[in-house]
């Protein structure tokens, strides 16, 4: 999949994404807060343009929905500070994170990775991006989830117990970034069930409207 961003086109390379990093989210939960970000990985085939379809996975049952705000890099390298980290951002869109709950509660309380739960085929749609500069307040930027039109999630990056430039930081300490390489940045509060025939938006004053069916 390519992304294009002002007058540059990006490839898709790998998708990290992070987990528990809403106070809220990790509240409904029933999770621990975390001390360090928790970080996870899709594959490319786990990306769905706007407009696309989602084909209900076949290997669970409970498939819920999480919107996060998504950065796209735009060059190699690692960043060591919030000002450096800013550098590698060309652009922010909005994704959802899915998850098939069952699979991953009954994978996690066996201490087994949950990779089949969470990154599996088509198992994060991906809206256009913006462009970014530092004239977008990466700590102001509300955004939300409808299912069929009705408000289910409702977010806002400053409320992030890690930011975004830390997280950056966080993932470049250990992999060394890539232009095409996408972070989820996390989910708020709210997550909730999807069935087949189920409309899915993503909205954001900054970011744009996004929209997927399941099918």
């Not at 796209?72 to 060591?80: C, F, H, M, S, V």
């Not at 700590?139 to 997280?167: H, Y």
């Not at 390489?181 to 509060?189: C, E, K, Q, V, W």
Request: glycine share 10%; with cysteine; charged share 20%.
């Amino acid at each position: 999949m390519k992304f294009h961003v002002g007058k540059r086109t990006f490839k898709a390379s790998r998708i990290f994404c992070i987990g528990r990093n809403y106070p809220g989210h990790v509240k409904e939960m029933q999770n621990q807060f975390p001390k360090k970000p928790v970080i996870f990985q899709k594959p490319p085939t786990s990306l769905v343009p706007a407009g696309g379809k989602i084909r209900f996975p076949q290997h669970g049952n409970i498939l819920q929905h999480e919107v996060e705000v998504v950065v796209l890099i735009g060059k190699k390298g690692r960043a060591e500070s919030a000002r450096e980290a800013l550098s590698f951002i060309a652009g922010i869109s909005l994704g959802i994170d899915l998850t098939l709950r069952d699979l991953q509660g009954h994978l996690k309380a066996k201490g087994l990775p949950w990779e089949i739960a969470k990154a599996f085929d088509q198992s994060a749609p991906i809206g256009d991006f913006r462009s970014y500069d530092t004239s977008i307040d990466l700590t102001d930027i509300a955004f939300s989830c409808r299912i069929n039109g009705e408000v289910r999630q409702q977010g806002k990056t400053g409320d992030m117990i890690f930011p975004i430039e830390t997280l950056v930081i966080a993932v470049s300490n250990v992999w060394e970034l890539h232009p095409g390489d996408l972070i989820y940045t996390g989910t708020p509060a709210g997550v909730g069930l999807l069935h087949p025939g189920d409309h899915i938006q993503a909205d954001s004053d900054l970011l744009g409207s996004f929209l997927w069916k399941v099918v």
